[in-house]
C-alpha cells in the first residue's frame, strides 16, 4: 500500500523560507506527477505546484515567484520551499499523489501545519 | 486565479438529495473536462469521491454522483447518509495548474 510521509519545520518567521519533504513508499514513484497543496481556514485549499519524476515543474502563478519544488528520485522524495513567508502562508501543507489517469490527486499526506508568527 | 464559488453550506435530511455547485470560468470548469472532488472530514486530508466530472473511484458508494453544465459543475448526494455530513471541494484543472472550490459543509438534519 503506496504512503505519503511528510516532514518539516512547523513554526516560522515572517521573511523565513518554508521547507517540506514528502517520501513515497511502497508504490512507483516515476509513474506519477507530485503535487503540494495547502489548506488555510480563510482560503481554503490551494494548489501549489507540481513536479514530474524528471524535474519538470509547474506552479500556481499566484505564488510561482517564491516556490520551488524539487525532486530526489534516489530516495523517493520530493519537496518544498516557499521563500519569504509571512502570516498569510501559514496552513496545512499536504503533499498528494496526481493519478496517472486524470487530472486530480489520489492520494494525500497527512498534512503539515506551519506556522509563521514573529 | 480565483477559486471556484461553491455555496456555504447545504443541508439535508436522510435519504434525501442534496447538489453542491461549483462555479467557475471557461478557462477552468467550463474549458476541461477535469473536475474532481474531495470530501474532508475534520482533521482529515481530503479524500477524491469524483473525477473528470462524473466518474467514482472504486469504493466510493454510487449514491455520489457529478456532473457539468457550462461554467458549473455539481455534485449530488443521493440518499444522504449521518456520514455524509463533513466538508466537500471541488477541484478543476485549468491549463497547467489547478484550482480549488471555497468549499461547502453539508449538514444532515
Known amino acids: 500500500q503506496v504512503q505519503l510521509q511528510q516532514w518539516g519545520a512547523g513554526l516560522l518567521k515572517p521573511s523565513e523560507t518554508l521547507s517540506l519533504t514528502c517520501a513515497v513508499y511502497?508504490?512507483?514513484?516515476?509513474?506519477?506527477?507530485w503535487s503540494w497543496i495547502r489548506q488555510t481556514p480563510g482560503k481554503g485549499l490551494e494548489w501549489i505546484g507540481e513536479?514530474?519524476?524528471?524535474?519538470?515543474?509547474n506552479y500556481n502563478p499566484s505564488l510561482k515567484s517564491r516556490v520551488t519544488i524539487s525532486v530526489d528520485t534516489s530516495k523517493n522524495q520530493f519537496s518544498l520551499k516557499l521563500s519569504s513567508v509571512t502570516a498569510a502562508d501559514t496552513a496545512v501543507y499536504y503533499c498528494?499523489?496526481?493519478?496517472?489517469?486524470?487530472?486530480?490527486?489520489?492520494?494525500w499526506g497527512r498534512g503539515t501545519l506551519v506556522t509563521v508568527s514573529s | 486565479q480565483s477559486a471556484l464559488t461553491q455555496p456555504r453550506s447545504v443541508s439535508g435530511s436522510p435519504g434525501q438529495s442534496v447538489t453542491i455547485s461549483c462555479t467557475g470560468t471557461?478557462?477552468?470548469?467550463?474549458?476541461?473536462?477535469?473536475v474532481s472532488w474531495y470530501q474532508q472530514h475534520p482533521g482529515k486530508a481530503p479524500k477524491v469521491i469524483i473525477y473528470?466530472?462524473?466518474k467514482r473511484p472504486s469504493g466510493v458508494p454510487d449514491r455520489f454522483s457529478g456532473s457539468k453544465s457550462g461554467n458549473t459543475a455539481s455534485l449530488t448526494i443521493s440518499g444522504l447518509q449521518a456520514e455524509d455530513e463533513t466538508d466537500y471541494y471541488c477541484?478543476?484543472?485549468?491549463?497547467?495548474?489547478?484550482?480549488f472550490g471555497t468549499g461547502t459543509e453539508v449538514t444532515v438534519l
Open positions: 511502497g508504490g512507483s514513484f516515476t509513474d506519477h506527477n
Open positions: 477541484c478543476s484543472y485549468a491549463g497547467g495548474f489547478y484550482v
Open positions: 513536479i514530474h519524476h524528471s524535474g519538470s515543474t
Open positions: 471557461s478557462s477552468d470548469v467550463g474549458g476541461y473536462n477535469f
Open positions: 473528470d466530472v462524473t
Open positions: 498528494a499523489r496526481n493519478a496517472n489517469s486524470g487530472y486530480y490527486f489520489d492520494l
